[in-house]
T-cell receptor, first 116, second 114 residues
Framework: GAVVSQHPSRVICKSGTSVKIECRSL??????MFWYRQFPKQSLMLMAT?????????EQGVEKDKFLINHASLTLSTLTVTSAHPEDSSFYIC????????????FGPGTRLTVL | AQSVTQLDSQVPVFEEAPVELRCNYS??????LFWYVQYPNQGLQLLLK??????LVESINGFEAEFNKSQTSFHLRKPSVHISDTAEYFC????????????FGTGTQLKVEL
């Protein structure tokens, strides 16, 4: 199957700093990428939908100025958590959709963010 | 809006025993249904999906799920589990014309014991 990578796999930062997470589709072009957040023992919650070359669409309750998403190419989307605070600590997962695999999204391995 | 309910947060089972992981959904429009598996320290992998056609879908590693529209269910079953099936299983739904957004259940931890 198609491979999606995320970098870094885990990051620890101080409160008030910004953190960038990269999501790459390695062997296919992703027309759409999705960003999810997963708290311990909870489900994946969709944060935003990112389409190449256009602004991301955020889900209700997600602050677009805090979670900046850029989808500059068909193989790369980035999520920047700006001025991170301890409550932003979570597992962030991206997925990529090519439109060619029968509605299947391919998921990255996730990024564990810990804000001190 | 749609929702997905996985009532069982954990399911312990002995190796070679059958297992059923339950999934119910709620939606006012037609849906696509998915089961994803997440092994420790790995990303989600698609296990099987229902888009249309036969309501019984199968995976390559022996899992199957049946779409039951009247009961709004998509339970996952395997007649004989292996230790290697130990993982977190997520049921998810997307609505037709919904931009491929997935709504996930809270997951079921399947723990296979000897």
């Amino acid at each position: 199957g198609a491979v999606v990578s995320q970098h870094p796999s885990r990051v620890i930062c101080k409160s008030g700093t910004s953190v960038k997470i990269e999501c790459r589709s390695l062997d296919f072009q992703a027309t759409t990428m999705f960003w999810y957040r997963q708290f311990p023992k909870q489900s994946l919650m969709l944060m935003a939908t990112s389409n190449e070359g256009s602004k991301a669409t955020y889900e209700q309750g997600v602050e677009k100025d805090k979670f900046l998403i850029n989808h500059a190419s068909l193989t790369l989307s980035t999520l920047t958590v700006t001025s991170a605070h301890p409550e932003d600590s979570s597992f962030y997962i991206c997925s990529a959709y090519s439109g060619l695999a029968g509605n299947e999204q391919f998921f990255g391995p996730g990024t564990r963010l810990t804000v001190l | 809006a749609q929702s997905v309910t996985q009532l069982d947060s954990q399911v312990p089972v002995f190796e070679e025993a059958p297992v059923e992981l339950r999934c119910n959904y709620s939606s006012s429009v037609s849906v696509y249904l998915f089961w994803y598996v997440q092994y420790p320290n790995q990303g989600l992998q698609l296990l099987l999906k229902y888009l249309s056609g036969s309501t019984l879908v199968e995976s390559i590693n022996g899992f199957e799920a049946e779409f039951n529209k009247s009961q709004t269910s998509f339970h996952l079953r395997k007649p004989s589990v292996h230790i290697s099936d130990t993982a977190e299983y997520f049921c998810a739904v997307s609505v037709t014309g919904g931009g491929n957004k997935l709504t996930f259940g809270t997951g079921t931890q399947l723990k296979v014991e000897l």
